[in-house]
């Protein structure tokens, strides 16, 4: 710890165990590949849909069921102020795998990404008392007042691409993952993570702040 202190702790949480030591340079090389089989199960509880032409003119489509849960809460908190357990719960072990195979695609972490096991990624936030916790007309405009965070994250995006692109050079040349290029990343994600929890999931009321730090 370092002293510094970066304002109130925001409910949505999140971090990256730093890998400090070498990575699967193998792995890293070609993680653009190793990704797909974990890429297609994520898309298969995720609501991903895919879609293949024959020569023939016909077309054979294929999507998944699930994703994040947002309509049903939205109508829950509104109606009768309550956020059903096994929504929660679903929202955030789904966000939890997506996160993991997000980090493991920006080369973060070089062990596969698990369908269950935390791993080195840690994503939490409380589960709301929707009555006492939450405004029920708030998620009406959430996605409307969180305008501003998309348009920042656009570009924060941008950057996480081109020093994504850095990082494996690094990884093939030394072995490790540069740390201020770590720290950038995970930034972001928990940026994301954080307007998703206010905007999507709609499980805090906090509005996030304009921080990659924690």
Do not use: C
């Amino acid at each position: 710890m370092n002293g510094t202190v970066y304002g109130p702790v925001y409910p949505v949480t999140f971090s990256v165990d730093y890998p400090d030591r070498e990575l699967d340079r193998v792995t890293s090389f070609f993680r653009i590949f190793t990704i797909i089989p974990i890429a297609i199960v994520l898309g298969a509880v995720a609501g991903g849909t895919w879609e293949w032409s024959y020569r023939n003119g016909a077309t054979a489509f294929a999507a998944g069921a699930g994703g994040l849960l947002f309509f049903g809460p939205l109508l829950m908190i509104l109606f009768r102020q309550k956020y059903p357990r096994w929504w929660f719960d679903w929202n955030l072990e789904l966000q939890r795998f997506t996160n993991r195979v997000l980090i493991y695609l920006a080369l973060m972490n070089d062990r596969y990404p698990s369908a269950d096991e935390h791993q080195s990624v840690h994503l939490d936030y409380p589960y709301p008392d929707a009555a006492r916790d939450l405004n029920r007309w708030l998620p009406l405009v959430k996605w409307l007042l969180a305008i501003p965070h998309y348009i920042v994250l656009f570009f924060l995006d941008i950057g996480v691409f081109f020093t994504v692109i850095a990082a494996w050079f690094a990884i093939l040349f030394t072995g490790r993952y540069p740390r201020g290029i770590f720290d950038y990343v995970e930034g972001v994600a928990r940026w994301h993570n954080r307007v998703t929890g206010y905007a999507l999931t709609l499980v805090t009321d906090a509005y996030p702040p304009f921080r990659l730090a924690p």
